[in-house]
């Protein structure tokens, strides 16, 4: 079945450091590619997504582009700020979203 | 309404007993999903609606779960003789249509503890 592997976490990282988060697929079909984030004591947001093959999906100067070739959507950011630190999820979305472990990202000062 | 809402945002039970959590969408959102946030499981389908009909209901682990949808809005997931395993975050989401395209919009949660 659809599935998500995300990098075990936390990810600890001083500001301005350059951040990867690791996802990679596997899928039938042709899946959406979504980032959720979520922040200590909220929701789950949308932080950025891609639609198909080499799109880039962008915001808050976070990036990932879907690589059919690698069937992978990692995340990236060049300068990390403390107000990054949350849980980050990749997902698949065929027709519900298929969720990875998610990875807790903390930034110090 | 802004966004999602679900209530009660915490509840606590025993085991055994019957729970219920409820979901509003966002208003105009025709597709509604309900998912599972658990330290051992991670986030989980469990359900989704499409209209008023569920066309995939593959998430929920046992027939003590149920959920329905009115009207084209309220959702509510039944819990029937809830067991320790149950307790988790439940999730709601909505998004204007059904489809691999479209962004879901999350609620807070209710967050079931069972004793």
């Known amino acids: 079945g659809d599935s998500v592997t995300q990098m075990e976490g936390p990810v600890t990282l001083s500001e301005e450091a350059f951040l990867t988060i690791n996802c990679t697929y596997t899928a039938t079909g042709y899946p959406s590619l979504f980032w959720y984030v979520q922040y200590p004591g909220e929701g789950l947001q949308l932080l950025l997504k891609a639609t198909k093959a080499d799109d880039k999906g962008s915001n808050k100067g976070f990036e990932a582009t879907y690589r059919k070739e690698t069937t992978s959507f990692h995340l990236e950011k060049g300068s990390v700020q403390v107000s990054d630190s949350a849980v980050y999820f990749c997902a698949l979305n065929t027709d519900k979203l298929i969720f990875g472990t998610g990875t807790r990202l903390q930034v110090f000062p | 309404g802004a966004g999602v809402s679900q209530s009660p945002s915490n509840k606590v039970t025993e085991k055994g007993k019957d729970v219920e959590l409820r979901c509003d969408p966002i208003?105009?959102?025709?597709?509604l999903y309900w998912y599972r946030q658990s330290l051992g499981q991670g986030l989980e389908f469990l359900i989704y609606?499409?209209?008023?009909?569920?066309?995939?209901k593959s998430g929920l682990p046992s027939d003590r779960f149920s959920a329905e949808r009115t009207g084209g809005s309220v959702s509510t997931l039944t819990i029937q003789r809830t067991q320790q395993e149950d307790s988790a975050v439940y999730l709601c989401?909505?998004?204007?249509?059904?489809?691999?395209?479209?962004?879901?919009?999350f609620g807070p949660g209710t967050r079931l503890t069972v004793l």
């Open positions: 989401a909505s998004s204007s249509y059904q489809g691999r395209y479209n962004e879901q919009f």
């Open positions: 208003s105009g959102h025709t597709a």
């Open positions: 609606f499409q209209g008023n009909s569920a066309p995939d």
